[in-house]
């Protein structure tokens, strides 16, 4: 894998890379496995094998019931039914619950063991929806380019229309597919292939080891990874698929300290720079931001205050006022793409406030992130020299019940 | 949110809020002109990376633009 020097990254920056897009093999010649973490399945996950078996005649399907309990009555009879679809779906059982990353690498062990070798594995959770094109667009602009290490699927989202917060991470998910559009070839490509629906080449989940277990959020953590080992990932744009959002605020916390303190770890782990660059900026600025204001007011009512040029006041209101103009402009002419869009979705984007209200609601998640990481450090280092085992079990167990941890400990606490 | 905070478009909102209460009080011309410098500079460097990030799509958009539309969303949930 050619590696990319530094000029050729920063040309990229306004001037992305460009990926072959025709595939030297076609999808039937190639051998597809598809990887399906499940726990507590439910009947959209009958759907997802049947959709997958209809329409990708060459597919195999490994399901991998991550030790669901029995006394949740229902599962049972949804694996049973998804094996009877058809003999390219297996069903292999986790020893002990083991969390999506854990059940996809004893699927991928599962597979050695049997001596079998796919050319691309697909990951996907058990509750996506999808369109009869969708992996073998996926594979199509995966073997396109041997760069690439893996490509995700478009993400959308198929409960929307629940309320108000399903119906803004509805914007927000068709945001995330612009971004991820407007990442392609920049750097290493987007920042996370997301765990809903990606296509790895399996070179590349070999030499990256697989996935790491009981990480927050272990889909950021490889794609990181995949861009250290020297690969590219993109975006299929024509793969389409739908995921269920969280419904309730409660939820949608949860998952959101999970993603947020989880992203954290990932850059702060990370070895190589151009893996976790998006984040970088984007820490980067809001931390100077933030400092930059609080220096301002603290400067302004004490010492070194005095006039301030005018030039500089207009320059602040320009930027700032003409950034948002923009910004809105897009997000507006970008709605003709959001196909599920109603008069709901139209009256929210224009209004503004609701979608600015969400984005700044999460800066408090954000804020919350740093405070974790820093305190975790911080007690971190002290434990070193002093005995602190009480105070620091306990504020790490109370920041765990708001929704902060280092690991990702059972299904039911996120 | 962070996804689109390191391209500077998820910053803009909150940086514009926080610039316009900035902008405001700088209007009255009494601060620290050091650290109104570096905040104006801040906010060109966020403008920069929105703007270069929509030079990105755009030239993106040009080869695969057309993909990001799902012909058949209306025979789904949504329009049954």
Redesign the interface.
């Known amino acids: 894998m050619k590696s990319q020097t530094t000029p050729s990254l920063l040309k990229s920056i306004i001037s992305p890379r460009r990926f072959n897009d025709r595939p030297k093999k076609s999808f039937e010649k190639v051998r597809v496995f598809a990887i399906i973490p499940s726990f507590k399945p439910r009947a959209i996950t009958t759907q997802l094998i049947e959709d997958l078996v209809r329409w990708n005649p060459s597919l195999t399907i490994i399901l991998v019931d991550d030790c669901t309990p029995s006394s949740y009555l229902p599962g049972a009879e949804i694996f049973k039914k998804c094996t009877s679809i058809s003999e390219r779906v297996t069903l292999i059982r986790t020893p002990e619950n083991t969390l999506k990353a854990g059940a996809i690498n004893y699927a991928l062990s599962y597979l050695q063991k049997n001596n079998i070798r796919p050319d691309v594995v697909l990951t996907l959770d058990d509750d996506v929806v999808i369109e009869r094109n969708t992996v073998s667009e996926m594979i199509s602009s995966l073997l396109a380019d041997e760069r690439l290490g893996a490509v995700c699927s478009q993400s959308r989202v198929f409960n929307k229309n629940k309320n108000l917060i399903t119906r803004l991470q509805g914007l927000e998910y068709l945001g995330f597919n612009a971004t991820r559009l407007a990442d392609e070839g920049f750097f290493h490509g987007p920042l996370v292939m997301h765990g809903m629906l990606t296509a790895f080449r399996i070179s590349a989940l070999e030499k990256v080891r697989g996935f790491t277990e009981h990480h927050l959020i272990e889909d950021y953590e490889i794609t990181a990874r995949l861009k250290e080992a020297g690969f590219d990932v993109r975006l299929a744009s024509a793969a389409y698929a739908w995921t269920e959002v969280p419904e309730s605020l409660i939820d949608l916390w949860k998952q959101r300290t999970r993603w947020i303190s989880g992203g954290v770890s990932v850059v702060k782990d990370s070895k190589y720079w151009p893996a976790v660059v998006q984040d970088i900026i984007g820490h980067t600025l809001f931390i100077s931001t933030i400092l930059v204001l609080f220096a301002f007011f603290l400067l302004t009512f004490d010492f070194g205050a005095g006039p301030i040029p005018p030039l500089l006041a207009y320059a602040i209101l320009f930027f700032s006022v003409v950034q948002t103009l923009i910004w809105f402009l897009f997000q507006l002419w970008f709605m003709r793409f959001y196909d599920e869009r109603d008069a709901w979705d139209w009256i929210i984007r224009i209004s503004f406030i609701p979608e600015f209200i969400y984005a700044n609601s999460l800066t408090v998640v954000l804020l919350g992130a740093y405070l974790f990481h820093i305190t975790d450090s911080l007690l971190g280092f002290l434990a070193r020299h002093i005995r602190i085992f009480t105070i620091r079990g306990w504020t790490l167990s109370l920041f765990s019940r708001v929704g902060y941890s280092k690991q990702w400990n059972t299904r039911d606490s996120h | 949110?962070?996804?689109?905070?390191?391209?500077?478009?998820?910053?803009?909102?909150?940086?514009?809020?926080?610039?316009?209460g900035?902008?405001s009080?700088?209007?009255s011309?009494?601060?620290?002109?050091?650290?109104?410098?570096?905040?104006?500079a801040?906010?060109?460097?966020?403008?920069s990376?929105?703007?270069?990030?929509?030079?990105?799509?755009s030239?993106?958009?040009k080869?695969?633009?057309h993909?990001?539309?799902?012909?058949?969303?209306?025979n789904?949930?949504?329009h049954p």
Request: glycine share 12%; hydrophobic share 60%; proline share 1%.
């Open positions: 949110m962070l996804v689109l905070a390191g391209n500077g478009g998820g910053t803009a909102s909150l940086v514009s809020v926080l610039a316009f900035g902008g009080i700088l209007f011309a009494h601060g620290n002109t050091f650290i109104a410098a570096f905040f104006c801040l906010i060109a460097v966020s403008f990376l929105t703007a270069a990030m929509l030079i990105r799509f030239i993106n958009f080869r695969h633009g993909e990001l539309r799902c012909p058949r969303v209306h789904r949930f949504f």
